[in-house]
């Protein structure tokens, strides 16, 4: 079809409509200007189809399973317990379906022009659009970059979709594994081991790093690991492989562990390596934009060096998490709109992992503050010490806060056990507001709580713990 010459021009143009999109656009009009969004497949962006949400759906099915499984402990009886793989699948792809309409229904509450189709940047302020009617030129003075990621292929490693997943294959899978390899020991990575190794599957881990979950705090690592095999998975650290050989019903991998290679046969293999920034076919190299590693370089404040254009989310710098990218998104349509935002400060982030025993932290590790020269002081807390761990039957866990000795300032908080991602955004709070040790002991918890541990890691940094 012909091109659409005349251009339609909006104050803000922003392509991909994920989590850092949408937001940056739904933000931007509520600011009064006039916005386009560009997508080129669901709405939600891979978060809310492909990733976070589905993702959880998932956990939770096998959550429940599991705690069926365990009903003699709580009094109660479930026989012949199952489960259905299609129907798990199901509920978690018409969950993220349900969302994903739900974005559409915010797009035309606030006045946004969705244009469905595949982007490229031809010139400054232009944006061309191939839609399914053609060519549709749009064009603003500001451009939002939100394009996202995708799954790292390694060579050799290539996945085919039957044997061979990414986290996408994983989420609408062809089979149910009996024996499953994982390659990576990131969030996505356990995430998926804990799910199917839940389900039944006997389930290895392969790290490159020294440890599992190697972006946490070393104590966390360790304590996760020790769960991970009590739970029958089996994890090889300072491991890598080297390649798939692929045969019918099986993947046999070459699998270096100590400068020796042991081949090792699966029926199911996930990739989990890390991801690759959707920069391509976008035009970015032609109007100076710069990149690394496929990730394009941005100041505090997301701008990319090329006038008007911003660049939010994943296909920017880490951490590359939703929650990061919408705050991005929010920060830059103030600033478009000429408002003096905060900066977002990666270290006061907060990072989730959802496997059982779920993770989170905030902040600084206790190496990394070591590093940067700070005298600290470290606090722990257990959850068998917790009267409402115990009641839950989840006595597994531990609460760890890292104190500036000098100033009081929180550094870092580092949390496994049951519902620890619902109790981090405290600490978020309290690293936000510059919070001290002597604020965090003089406030009131809750009784009975989990977020009561929060209070007593906090107490025994300083020599005052109660309940242990």
Same mark, same amino acid.
């Given at each position: 079809?012909?091109?659409?010459?005349?251009?339609?021009?909006?104050?803000?143009?922003?392509?991909?409509?994920? $989590?850092?999109?949408?937001?940056?656009?739904?933000?931007?009009?509520?600011?009064?200007?006039?916005?386009?969004?560009?997508?080129?497949?669901?709405?939600?962006?891979?978060?809310?189809?492909?990733?976070?949400?589905?993702?959880?759906?998932?956990?939770?099915?096998?959550?429940?399973?599991?705690?069926?499984?365990?009903?003699?402990?709580?009094?109660?009886?479930?026989?012949?317990?199952?489960?259905?793989?299609?129907?798990?699948?199901?509920?978690?792809?018409?969950?993220?379906?349900?969302?994903?309409?739900?974005?559409?229904?915010?797009?035309?509450?606030?006045?946004?022009?969705?244009?469905?189709?595949?982007?490229?940047?031809?010139?400054?302020?232009?944006?061309?659009?191939?839609?399914?009617?053609?060519?549709?030129?749009?064009?603003?003075?500001?451009?939002?970059?939100?394009?996202?990621?995708?799954?790292?292929?390694?060579?050799?490693?290539?996945?085919?979709?039957?044997?061979?997943?990414?986290?996408?294959?994983?989420?609408?899978?062809?089979?149910?594994?009996?024996?499953?390899?994982?390659?990576?020991?990131?969030?996505?990575?356990?995430?998926?081991?804990?799910?199917?190794?839940?389900?039944?599957?006997?389930?290895?881990?392969?790290?490159?790093?020294?440890?599992?979950?190697?972006?946490?705090?070393?104590?966390?690592?360790?304590?996760?690991?020790?769960?991970?095999?009590?739970?029958?998975?089996?994890?090889?650290?300072?491991?890598?492989?080297?390649?798939?050989?692929?045969?019918?019903?099986?993947?046999?991998?070459?699998?270096?562990?100590?400068?020796?290679?042991?081949?090792?046969?699966?029926?199911?293999?996930?990739?989990?390596?890390?991801?690759?920034?959707?920069?391509?076919?976008?035009?970015?190299?032609?109007?100076?934009?710069?990149?690394?590693?496929?990730?394009?370089?941005?100041?505090?404040?997301?701008?990319?060096?090329?006038?008007?254009?911003?660049?939010?989310?994943?296909?920017?710098?880490?951490?590359?998490?939703?929650?990061?990218?919408?705050?991005?998104?929010?920060?830059?349509?103030?600033?478009?709109?000429?408002?003096?935002?905060? $900066?977002?400060?990666?270290?006061?982030?907060?990072?989730? %992992?959802?496997?059982?025993?779920?993770?989170?932290?905030?902040?600084?590790?206790?190496?990394?503050?070591?590093?940067?020269?700070?005298?600290?002081?470290?606090?722990?807390?257990?959850?068998?010490?917790?009267?409402?761990?115990?009641?839950?039957?989840?006595?597994?866990?531990?609460?760890?806060?890292?104190?500036?000795?000098?100033?009081?300032?929180?550094?870092?908080?580092?949390?496994?056990?049951?519902?620890? %991602?619902?109790?981090?955004?405290?600490?978020?709070?309290?690293?936000?507001?510059? %919070? %001290?040790?002597?604020?965090?002991?003089?406030?009131?918890?809750?009784?009975?709580?989990?977020?009561?541990?929060?209070?007593?890691?906090?107490?025994?940094?300083?020599?005052?713990?109660?309940?242990?």
């Amino acid at each position: 079809m012909p091109a659409n010459t005349k251009s339609q021009t909006y104050d803000v143009i922003v392509v991909g409509a994920g $989590p850092g999109g949408y937001v940056a656009a739904i933000r931007a009009a509520q600011l009064g200007l006039s916005v386009a969004i560009v997508e080129r497949e669901h709405l939600g962006g891979i978060c809310l189809n492909w990733g976070c949400i589905p993702t959880k759906a998932l956990l939770r099915s096998s959550e429940v399973y599991h705690l069926m499984q365990r009903a003699g402990e709580f009094g109660l009886s479930a026989q012949k317990t199952g489960f259905d793989l299609k129907a798990v699948v199901k509920r978690s792809r018409d969950v993220a379906g349900q969302l994903s309409s739900g974005i559409g229904h915010l797009m035309k509450k606030n006045k946004i022009t969705v244009v469905m189709g595949s982007a490229t940047l031809p010139a400054k302020g232009r944006v061309s659009v191939k839609t399914d009617k053609g060519v549709q030129e749009l064009a603003a003075k500001n451009i939002i970059l939100a394009t996202g990621a995708r799954a790292r292929e390694l060579p050799g490693l290539e996945a085919d979709g039957k044997q061979v997943w990414t986290y996408k294959h994983a989420l609408n899978p062809p089979h149910m594994p009996k024996k499953l390899l994982v390659i990576g020991s990131g969030a996505i990575g356990i995430e998926f081991a804990s799910f199917y190794n839940t389900l039944g599957a006997e389930t290895t881990v392969v790290e490159v790093m020294d440890r599992v979950l190697p972006v946490e705090d070393a104590e966390i690592s360790k304590f996760a690991k020790k769960q991970f095999v009590k739970q029958g998975m089996k994890i090889m650290e300072k491991s890598m492989v080297k390649k798939l050989d692929r045969a019918k019903g099986k993947v046999t991998a070459h699998i270096e562990v100590g400068g020796k290679v042991e081949k090792q046969d699966f029926d199911t293999v996930i990739s989990a390596v890390g991801i690759v920034g959707n920069t391509e076919d976008l035009g970015l190299e032609a109007l100076g934009v710069k990149l690394d590693r496929s990730h394009v370089v941005v100041d505090e404040y997301c701008r990319t060096g090329v006038e008007g254009l911003f660049a939010i989310g994943d296909i920017a710098a880490p951490p590359w998490l939703a929650h990061k990218a919408s705050h991005e998104g929010v920060m830059v349509a103030e600033l478009i709109a000429g408002q003096k935002p905060h $900066p977002v400060r990666p270290e006061s982030i907060a990072g989730c %992992t959802y496997c059982t025993p779920q993770v989170a932290s905030v902040g600084y590790t206790e190496a990394k503050a070591k590093e940067l020269g700070y005298d600290i002081k470290v606090g722990r807390f257990p959850y068998i010490g917790n009267g409402k761990a115990i009641a839950l039957g989840e006595a597994e866990g531990m609460v760890k806060t890292i104190f500036d000795a000098k100033t009081g300032e929180l550094l870092g908080a580092h949390m496994i056990g049951a519902e620890v %991602t619902e109790l981090i955004q405290g600490y978020v709070i309290g690293r936000q507001l510059e %919070t %001290t040790e002597e604020d965090l002991m003089h406030t009131v918890f809750p009784h009975p709580t989990l977020s009561e541990m929060m209070h007593e890691s906090v107490l025994d940094a300083y020599g005052r713990v109660i309940h242990m």
